[in-house]
């Protein structure tokens, strides 16, 4: 081993791959080629780049080629999967060691040891390229054994395309409509909204259209290019008002309660403006609040969200803290923060922003469900956080927004379509880092945590969730890559880059048959989604109010009680009714009845829960938890082998295939065809050997480092044990296995 044997004076040479690490593969001789995408162009590649292996913090690793493509960043190798790893969780779309140019988000250089980050024009290349990724991948490359004019070639390819502004056409989403076939899966069942009949349809489904109406005042966009095509006003609002104030000040209906309150949300007029224009639109918002507060319904809600929820730049902030953790070099850096870990994530103020919003999302619901109130939420543009509440209210309220399809159409009602700007908040033409902010993300980590906390309530994942985060970087899909649909509407017709004539045909993120095949669409399925009964005919009107109630919780106790107080009975709707008229104020606030969320939130919670109904997520102290399966699955030292949640999922995946092979021999015992709308239940095979941050961490190598170092264990022994120790490194592996 190094370091025995006769000491060297001045050794002349430095050994950075040591002889026992001798796993590293030799430079591949056969010629090996990207898989290319229709219309993906190679650009530039470097030979001879050696790949080092993450988890264990050594030199080891193996020899290939680095690629750069208008798409991909890509490393090849001729390594195959053996049968016994075969994964069967593949993306089609974007491999192991593919990332796409705008899943990029720092590029480091290392020289002489020294990290510094690459931008712009290089004056000096790197002996080593750390690449850092948005879906918190980390790739290490050495470029000490590769010609000097292929690494300046790669290098600054690489910079230049992922890390330079660019122009929108100039994405890959646009090269790819013009070159692939238009095969979608036309079997897809998501609700787009992009035309009247749509609008019109959510409104019969929540019954809303007794006092909401679907418009067209914004066809051809001659209100404004930030509003949808069709959106849904209160019945009092007119054509003229829309056109006069340009869509600003008009509550735009989001969703109907069973009770028949509503959800609504609208863009804040400008704050600086002459007297007659702020007197104009305040005659305006009167009118239309007295309108939506007429009977039965008498009371509006109005909730400005800038003031009472994080700004973009606080959660911008949190974020970029949040991730750090998880962006490790090797495990050395790992274990050097997991005695600190906690405190660390406490400072980020991540989970923290995800309670505030979860808290903020319940206190509507209790106006919408308990008070029987409109609420009005308020916000500059209505298309950042006012998204995330009412996408939240719903999913809280609407068991059909917790179905696969109901949940697609959620989000492109809400954000697609609604206008939240996914170009500039992702960031994805690196042109204003001003922009930039986690809205979409922190939208997803909250409806994990009901996910996590309410499984059954649930026909999706959180793999679904997992891989419906990483496909914010994929830009094959027209989803996730437009600010609104005025801007996808006039970028998809026309000039196409390939002297193509005609629209481009843009796909959509929910066709999951073009990243994955039916094995894998399998997982993103919960297999313990508890399906809505169906009502017995017979007793329909019985079942119909049964349903109400499940949903509902009563406005007043079955019987008063002794402590409301001689004359609470009679104030109670009169300071209803004088809280509604305030703009901006909590529904906790000092000046409502005290304790009103958490009399709402602990009466809930004191029940049994249906999973059709009403569904609140439990937000004191720990039971806001890290998403683990999207921030931790590229750390083995986090992952359990053979244990966590997969190893009970394994165990009913097997009853269920079992149970579904029975019923096949059954149907062919009795000459019956077979049902084709049986869910496909993906088999875990050697789920014993299985990370528990499967199927993203497939059967991963151990790490030779440690599972805990001693200095862990420091305080939980004796320190008399401890004296004469010399600090070592506790082996666990055994034992994991």
């Not at 669409?521 to 809505?532: E, H, I, M, S, V």
């Amino acid at each position: 081993m190094l370091g025995s044997g006769a000491k060297a004076a001045k050794p002349s040479f430095v050994s950075y791959i040591s002889p026992e690490e001798i796993h590293i593969k030799e430079p591949i001789e056969k010629e090996v080629y990207p898989r290319l995408l229709p219309g993906e162009l190679l650009l530039c590649e470097a030979s001879t780049v050696y790949k080092y292996i993450q988890e264990d913090g050594s030199n080891r690793g193996t020899y290939g080629k680095l690629v750069c493509t208008n798409f991909k960043i890509a490393f090849l190798d001729d390594n195959s999967a053996s049968d016994d790893n075969e994964p069967q969780f593949e993306n089609k779309i974007v491999g192991e060691n593919d990332i796409t140019l705008q899943c990029v988000d720092q590029i480091y250089g290392v020289y002489d040891e020294k990290k510094k980050l690459l931008t712009g024009q290089l004056r000096k290349y790197p002996e080593k390229l750390i690449i850092y990724c948005k879906d918190l991948r980390v790739f290490h490359f050495c470029l000490r054994y590769t010609k000097e004019e292929e690494v300046k070639r790669i290098v600054s390819g690489i910079v230049h395309h992922s890390q330079t502004p660019k122009l929108l056409k100039r994405l890959f989403l646009f090269s790819y409509a013009s070159a692939a076939p238009n095969n979608t899966d036309g079997r897809n069942q998501t609700v787009m909204f992009e035309t009247l009949e749509d609008w019109r349809g959510e409104l019969e489904r929540t019954k809303g259209n007794a006092k909401y109406k679907a418009v067209t005042t914004n066809e051809g966009y001659r209100v404004s290019e930030k509003l949808p095509l069709y959106f849904v006003v209160p019945i009092c609002v007119s054509e003229e008002s829309i056109l006069k104030y340009e869509g600003r000040g008009i509550p735009i209906w989001c969703w109907s309660c069973h009770n028949g309150a509503a959800l609504l949300k609208m863009s804040a007029f400008p704050k600086e403006q002459d007297d007659s224009s702020s007197q104009m639109q305040k005659a305006f918002l009167d009118g239309i609040y007295k309108t939506i507060s007429k009977p039965p319904y008498e009371l509006l809600k109005t909730d400005d969200l800038s003031s009472s929820l994080p700004s973009l730049q606080d959660i911008q902030t949190a974020y970029t803290k949040f991730k750090q953790l998880f962006l490790i070099d090797n495990s050395t850096d790992f274990w050097a923060t997991d005695v600190k870990w906690f405190s660390l994530l406490e400072s980020t103020n991540w989970l923290e922003i995800i309670r505030r919003v979860l808290k903020k999302a319940i206190e509507v619901v209790e106006c919408l469900e308990r008070q029987h109130t409109n609420v009005l939420l308020i916000e500059e543009s209505a298309t950042d956080l006012c998204c995330v509440i009412s996408s939240l209210v719903q999913v809280m309220m609407d068991s059909y927004s917790r179905t696969k399809s109901g949940f697609q159409s959620l989000i492109q009602k809400e954000w697609v379509i609604g206008g939240h700007g996914f170009l500039d908040r992702c960031n994805h033409l690196h042109r204003s880092d001003k922009e930039e902010a986690p809205v979409f993300l922190l939208l997803l980590n909250c409806v994990w945590q009901l996910v996590q906390q309410y499984p059954p309530a649930f026909e999706f994942t959180e793999t679904y969730l997992t891989v419906l985060s990483d496909s914010l970087y994929v830009p094959i899909f027209s989803t996730f890559f437009f600010n609104s649909q005025h801007q996808k509407d006039t970028n998809v017709s026309g000039e196409s880059l390939n002297t193509q004539s005609g629209p481009f045909r843009f796909l959509t993120v929910w066709d999951w048959s073009v990243q994955f095949d039916p094995k894998a669409q399998a997982f993103l399925n919960n297999p313990l989604y508890a399906d809505k009964p169906k009502p017995d005919k017979s007793h329909r009107k019985t079942a119909r109010f049964k349903h109400q109630r499940q949903l509902s919780l009563p406005l007043t106790q079955t019987k008063s009680s002794t402590k409301r107080g001689f004359f609470r009975e009679e104030t109670d709707h009169l300071i209803k009714n004088i809280l509604g008229k305030r703009i901006g104020k909590f529904i906790n606030s000092s000046d409502e009845p005290p304790n009103s969320f958490r009399e709402f939130y602990d009466s809930w919670h004191s029940k049994p829960v249906d999973y059709h109904g009403l569904l609140l997520p439990r937000i004191d102290g720990p039971e806001i938890k890290v998403w683990a399966q999207r921030y931790l699955r590229w750390i083995p030292e986090a992952q359990l082998h053979g244990g966590g949640t997969i190893a009970t999922a394994a165990n009913i995946l097997d009853l269920m295939e079992e149970v579904q092979s029975l019923q096949v021999k059954m149907d062919e015992e009795h000459n019956q065809a077979i049902s084709g709308d049986l869910h496909s239940v993906p088999v875990l095979r050697n789920s014993a050997r299985l990370s528990s941050l499967f199927p993203f961490a497939l059967l991963q190598r151990q790490s030779i480092k440690p599972a805990l170092p001693t200095s862990t264990w420091k305080d939980l022994e004796d320190e008399d044990d401890l004296v004469n120790r010399d600090d070592e490194f506790v082996d666990l592996s055994g034992d994991i296995l």
